[in-house]
């Protein structure tokens, strides 16, 4: 019995493809994906524990960093590598929260805690993350930390009084480093 060739010709081709799609088909996966990506938490808090004493550099030296997503008491746990409790508080003194709005708006970016008390005329030397420097808006200073120098992304300066509703013009959202003291 013969097939006719009109039939012959798009049944071989069907085949071929088939074969073809079957051949280049990646495997599928041993276990489902998730069909959408994991939450991002709402709120994150972020704590920095400086030493006073500057190193060589001038900068206070970085004793730990960590962020938590729940509380400020948990950032600064991690970040000083302590479990904290009833009986263990926080030892480390609140030297200043950056703000990510104007008018401290949009919640603290970053909190940083001082190993030798609050501030000085010396006071300790601050650098930040890069994403958070080009967010900060706004600035509280605690524990006698009244004045802070500013250095910005654009290598510009200035001295202001603690705290500072509103960084303005060079230094909104391009806050690359700062002095935080007391005067």
Same mark, same amino acid.
């Given at each position: ?41 709402? *709120?994150? %808090?972020?704590?920095? /524990? =400086?030493?006073?004493?500057? +190193?060589?550099? &001038?900068?206070?030296?970085?004793? !730990? ?36 709005? *104007?008018? %401290?708006?949009?919640? /603290? =970016?970053?909190?940083?805690? +001082?190993?030798? &008390?609050?501030?000085?005329?010396? !006071? ?60």
């Amino acid at each position: 019995m013969r097939i006719p060739r009109r039939i012959v010709g798009p049944a071989l081709a069907a085949c071929l493809a088939l074969a073809g799609s079957a051949a280049v088909a990646p495997a599928a996966p041993a276990s489902p994906l998730p069909s959408r990506p994991l939450p991002i938490p709402a *709120v994150q %808090y972020c704590a920095a /524990v =400086l030493g006073h004493v500057p +190193g060589a550099d &001038g900068r206070s030296p970085m004793l !730990g960093r960590a962020c938590s997503t729940d509380s400020r008491e948990d950032a600064l746990a991690k970040a000083d590598g302590v479990d904290r409790s009833a009986e263990r508080p926080m030892d480390r003194t609140l030297l200043l929260e950056e703000f990510k709005d *104007v008018e %401290y708006g949009g919640g /603290v =970016l970053y909190a940083f805690y +001082g190993d030798a &008390g609050g501030c000085d005329a010396t !006071g300790y030397h601050l650098v930040n993350y890069f994403d958070v420097a080009l967010n900060v808006s706004s600035m509280k200073g605690y524990n006698n930390c009244n004045a802070v120098h500013l250095w910005s992304t654009l290598d510009v300066e200035k001295t202001m009084d603690l705290p500072a509703p509103a960084l303005g013009g060079n230094f909104n959202d391009a806050v690359r480093e700062l002095q935080v003291f007391h005067r």
